[in-house]
């Protein structure tokens, strides 16, 4: 007699975070470039960041981020056979800067890779290793979205550079055979947009020479309204597709947690799946945009704030240069 096995899951199985200690308020961006409080919070939500110190990496936040999930989830780091480190801001071009993660935290048998999808980087990093996982190919991963987004903002630009902060978060992964974890996932991506979000300078079309820097070029550009436009629409319609392809709807959803960008999108794509506030978890005001940083450092902290609890379905949503997108719906 034949029994039916039960689907594969590639279930959360440890969250950690990590922000710097020192906070740039919008009182002290005011010091800095012709912008107010007011602006910025009217037009952002964003009221204070976090500011890595100058002796720390991207890695030596991810580290941190890092060693606080495997202690949830009770797992030592030569147990790990997979890191991922999602980051538009590397320590360097190579190596990649999760094996200097797998140096800091000692994951001595891990494969280390980097993944650049810019503010969807955690959710592809994410949805990346659990190919890995539910082939077989290995047993535990570590994904973690990370950014000194400090050392790539321009500070003369007063639209842009009140923004973005640093931070990084962590999740150990694991295949299970039960009905918890990751449920759906939708990626998408669309090149010929590159240019309204990049940093033109540094790589092998624009390589580091004195005119890239006189012009900047080593620093985030944005077109902001073309961006909102597109992002709105993009996650919008990944949340709805991620959802249909759960069999979920939003009412089975406890809580949204979408990429920490700015208020108005998010508002934006509230109204869009018709929900109030109550249903998405907020952190911006604290930590501005933290690009792959972002929804790992918020999905820990709406676990230790207990809005998230076991058994909730969530749905984590975002949209980065690329541009690119994703959404993927998960019962904890």
């Given amino acids: 007699m034949s029994t039916t096995q039960p689907k594969r899951h590639v279930a ?15 009182a002290e961006l005011e010091k800095m470039v012709d912008t107010t409080n007011e602006w910025i919070v009217s037009r952002s939500g964003i009221r204070e960041r976090r500011i890595a110190r100058e002796d720390q990496a991207t890695s030596d936040l991810a580290a941190e981020a890092a060693k ?7 797992i030592k780091p030569e147990d790990v056979d997979l890191i991922i480190v999602a980051t538009l801001s590397p320590d360097m071009p190579f190596p990649n800067t999760a094996c200097f993660v797998q140096k800091l935290i000692g994951a001595k048998n891990a494969t280390c890779i980097g993944l650049e999808a810019a503010c969807s980087g955690f959710l592809f990093a994410v949805d990346a290793a659990s ?42 992964l694991q295949a299970r055979d039960s009905g918890e974890g990751i449920l759906s996932t939708v990626t998408g991506s669309d090149g010929t947009l590159n240019a309204l979000l990049n ?3 540094g790589g092998s079309r624009n390589p580091a020479s004195l005119q ?5 070029m080593h620093f985030m550009k944005m077109e902001g309204k073309e961006v909102f436009k597109h992002a709105v629409r993009a996650m919008g319609e990944a949340a709805r597709r991620a959802l249909e392809k759960a069999g979920l709807t939003i009412a089975d959803v406890a809580c949204v947690v979408p990429h920490q960008a700015n208020m108005r999108i998010v508002e934006a794509i509230r109204d869009r799946l018709g929900v109030g506030p ?10 501005g945009n933290m690009s792959a940083a ?4 918020a999905l820990d902290e709406a676990v ?3 809005r998230i609890k076991k058994g909730d379905n969530i749905v984590l949503v975002a949209f980065g240069g690329g541009f690119t997108w994703g959404a993927m719906v998960v019962k904890m």
Wanted: positive net charge; contains cysteine.
């Fill in 199 to 201: 940093i033109p300078g």
């Fill in 212 to 216: 890239t820097i006189e012009k900047r």
């Fill in 131 to 172: 190919q890995y996982l539910l082939t077989g190919r290995f047993k535990t991963a570590l994904v973690i979205g990370a950014e000194k987004l400090s050392t790539v903002t321009d500070w003369q630009d007063r639209t842009t550079c009140v923004l973005f902060g640093d931070g990084a978060g962590a999740v150990v």
């Fill in 294 to 297: 972002s929804i790992p450092v």
């Fill in 12 to 26: 959360i199985v440890g969250i950690g975070s990590y922000l710097p200690e020192r906070i740039l308020t919008n």
């Fill in 304 to 306: 230790q704030e207990g």
């Fill in 278 to 287: 109550d249903k998405f978890f907020i952190n911006l005001d604290k930590y």
């Fill in 68 to 74: 606080r999930a495997l202690t949830k989830a009770n």
